[in-house]
C-alpha cells in the first residue's frame, strides 16, 4: 500500500506547489508543530510564522510561511497562505529585510501579547534561516 | 460649407485618432488575456477559502456567540459601501456601470433613513461619486503605481475595513465591482461581506467531521478577516479584466466608427472637389463664350 498523499499549496494569486507523492509533511500550527502521513483525521487549523517540512519520494524541501490556514481531507492537504517562499530560493538579503522589520515591529510598545508571540516567533525562524 | 483644406485637415486628425483606439485596443487584449490568466489563477484561493468556512460554520457549536464578521453587530443602521472602480477611463461603461448600481443602492438606503459610508478604491470612481456624496465618502485609495492586481493592495483595504468594524463604525458592509462574464459583457456586483452570508457562499460543504486546532471559534476569528481581504482581491481581478475587455469593446467600435466617419468625409471631400472642377470649367467656358 502506498504512503503517498497530495499536497497542495496556494497563494491569493496562483497556486504554489502541487504534490502527489508527499510521505510526510511537517507544519508549523498554531498550537505546536504537527506531523501529518496519510490517513490522518480531517483537520482544519492555521499556522504561525515557522518552516514547513515536506518529505516525498523525490526529496524533502522546506517552505517558510508566515501565516496560513491547513485544512486536510481525503488525504489531500490544502495550505492556503499569503506569504511563503522556498528556502533555497531566497537570498540573505531578503531574510534581513524581513527580519529587521519584524524587530521593529517587536519593538512596537502598542503590540498586544499575542500578536508579540508571533513577531518573536517570526524572528527566530529568521535568524535559523540565516 | 466646409473647404477642401478643412475636410482634408478633419480627415487626417480621425484618421490619426483611429490609430490611436487601434493600438488601444490591442493594448487591451493583451492585458485582457493576462488579466483573465491572473483571474483564473487566483481562483482555488477563493475557492478552498470558501469550503473551510462552510465546514466551519456547519461544525459551529454555539451559534450564538459566533464572530460578529459573521452574525453581524445585530443592527444595520449604518452601511459602508465598498466601490471598487478602475483608475483609468476610456473604457466604455464599465465605470458608469458600477456607479450606477451603487448609486441605486445608496438611494435605497437613505430612503430607509440608515447611515452611508463610501469608500472608494480606484480615482474614477472617486471622481463621479464626489459630486453628490462628497460628505459620505470616508476613504479613497487608489492603486494606480502596481502594475498588476496584487494581493497586498487587496489586504490594506481588507484591513482598513476590518478595523473600522472593530471600531463598531458600521454594521453592514458591502462591495461593489464588475463581474466578469465575457469580452461583451460585464455585470455590475453588489455583494455583501460583511456580516458574511453563508448561503451565498459557493462551495461544497461535506459532512466530515473535522478535527479544530485550536476551536472553531478561534479559528474563524483568524479565518474571517483574511476572508474579507480574499473577496476583495477577487473582486479586483475580476475588475481588473472586466476593466480591459470593456475598454476592448469600447475601442473596438471607436475604431470602426472612425473608419465609417473618414469614408464619409472622403466622399464629401471628393464631392467638393469636383464641384469646384466644374465651377472652374462653367468659367472658363463662359468667359470664352463671350468673346
Known amino acids: ?130 | 460649407m466646409a473647404t477642401l483644406d478643412d475636410l482634408k485637415k478633419r480627415i487626417a486628425s480621425v484618421k490619426s485618432t483611429q490609430k490611436i483606439t487601434k493600438a488601444m485596443k490591442m493594448v487591451a487584449a493583451a492585458k485582457l488575456r493576462r488579466a483573465q490568466e491572473n483571474a483564473e489563477k487566483g481562483r482555488p484561493y477563493a475557492e478552498k477559502m470558501n469550503n473551510i468556512i462552510l465546514n466551519l460554520t456547519n461544525g459551529i457549536s454555539d451559534k450564538e456567540n459566533a464572530p460578529k464578521l459573521l452574525s453581524g453587530t445585530g443592527e444595520e443602521k449604518v452601511h459602508l459601501c465598498v466601490v471598487l472602480t478602475s483608475d483609468r477611463g476610456l473604457c466604455g461603461g464599465f465605470n458608469t456601470n458600477i456607479i450606477k448600481k451603487a448609486k441605486a443602492y445608496f438611494k435605497k438606503i437613505s430612503e430607509e433613513g440608515k447611515t452611508l459610508k463610501i469608500i472608494t478604491v480606484g480615482s474614477k470612481g472617486h471622481d463621479q461619486l464626489k459630486r453628490v456624496f462628497k460628505d459620505n465618502i470616508i476613504e479613497k485609495m487608489s492603486f494606480k503605481e502596481s502594475k498588476t492586481i496584487n494581493y497586498l493592495d487587496a489586504e490594506k483595504v481588507g484591513k482598513m475595513i476590518i478595523e473600522s468594524f472593530e471600531k463598531l463604525e458600521f454594521d453592514v458592509c458591502t462591495i461593489f465591482y464588475n463581474k466578469f462574464k465575457n469580452v461583451i459583457t460585464q455585470i455590475p456586483q453588489e455583494q455583501q461581506i460583511i456580516p458574511l452570508k453563508t448561503s451565498e457562499v459557493e462551495g461544497e460543504s461535506s459532512d466530515d467531521n473535522y478535527e479544530f486546532e485550536p476551536d472553531e471559534d478561534e479559528i474563524l476569528n483568524n479565518l474571517l478577516p483574511k476572508n474579507i481581504s480574499t473577496q476583495i482581491f477577487k473582486a479586483m481581478l475580476e475588475n481588473s479584466a472586466s476593466e480591459q475587455g470593456s475598454r476592448m469593446s469600447a475601442m473596438d467600435s471607436a475604431t470602426r466608427n472612425a473608419g465609417e466617419m473618414v469614408d464619409k468625409l472622403t466622399i464629401e471631400y471628393n464631392r467638393s472637389r469636383q464641384a469646384a472642377i466644374t465651377k472652374e470649367l462653367i468659367e472658363i467656358i463662359s468667359g470664352a463664350e463671350s468673346l
Do not use: R
Open chain 1, 1 to 130: 500500500m502506498s504512503e503517498e498523499f497530495k499536497v497542495e499549496i496556494v497563494n491569493p494569486e496562483q497556486s504554489f506547489l502541487l504534490k502527489e507523492d508527499v510521505t510526510e509533511i511537517i507544519i508549523p500550527a498554531f498550537e505546536g508543530e504537527m506531523g501529518i502521513l496519510k490517513d490522518h483525521i480531517p483537520i482544519i487549523s492555521f499556522l504561525k510564522p515557522g518552516l514547513i517540512k515536506i518529505s516525498s519520494k523525490s526529496g524533502e524541501e522546506d517552505y517558510y510561511v508566515e501565516d496560513g490556514i491547513v485544512e486536510f481531507k481525503n488525504n489531500c492537504l490544502s495550505i492556503l497562505t499569503s506569504s511563503i517562499f522556498n528556502i533555497k530560493d531566497v537570498n540573505k538579503d531578503k531574510v534581513n529585510e524581513l527580519l529587521k522589520e519584524a524587530e521593529e515591529h517587536s519593538k512596537n510598545s502598542e503590540i498586544t501579547d499575542q500578536n508579540k508571540y508571533l513577531v518573536d516567533q517570526k524572528i527566530d525562524i529568521l535568524k535559523t534561516i540565516n
